[in-house]
């Protein structure tokens, strides 16, 4: 225990001592310093002028993305108007397949109308004439007319 309480006072008192003298600070201590401190203004000028470049940089990065933002945009434009038109074209067909289909039916239905009113007047016929000839009668009945 006696040891390391010496070893501490040996410590405490090289250290007093070490402590108390000067460092002599010399023309070489000096002009080391100014050397260093212009090397320190050089590299901040240095520094800054890359910040700058790059500054200008991200500016003609940002503008070259404005340019493909607006790009995209008329790329949207144009893609609305293709899906537009082609919407428009299939309504159109559309449309004149049903106008077509309507117009093509309709000399068809017309003579389709015809033939029942002729039908409708034969049946009345052939019932008339079954009332008088009892064969045609049993004929109309077994056709289920």
């Known amino acids: 225990m006696k040891k390391i309480i010496l070893i501490f006072i040996l410590v405490f008192l090289n250290s007093r001592l070490f402590a108390q003298k000067e460092v002599p600070f010399t023309l070489e201590d000096r002009d080391r310093l100014i050397r260093i ?5 050089e590299f901040k000028e240095y520094t ?5 470049q790059i500054d ?10 404005e340019q493909i933002e607006r790009r995209f945009d008329q790329i949207i434009h144009i893609f609305i108007g ?8 299939v309504a ?8 077509d289909r309507r117009t093509a039916l309709q000399p068809y239905l017309k003579i389709n109308k015809e033939i029942k009113e002729r039908e409708e007047i034969i049946l009345k016929i ?8 009892p064969e045609l009668a049993e004929i109309i009945k077994n056709f289920g007319l």
Do not use: H, P
């Open 82 to 89: 293709i899906v537009a038109a082609f919407a428009g074209i």
């Open 92 to 99: 159109v067909t559309i449309g004149f397949a049903i106008w």
């Open 126 to 133: 052939l019932k008339e004439y079954s009332k008088k000839n």
């Open 48 to 52: 800054e002028k890359r910040f700058e």
């Open 56 to 65: 200008k940089r991200f500016e003609q990065i940002e503008k070259r993305f």
């Open 37 to 41: 401190e212009t090397s320190l203004k």
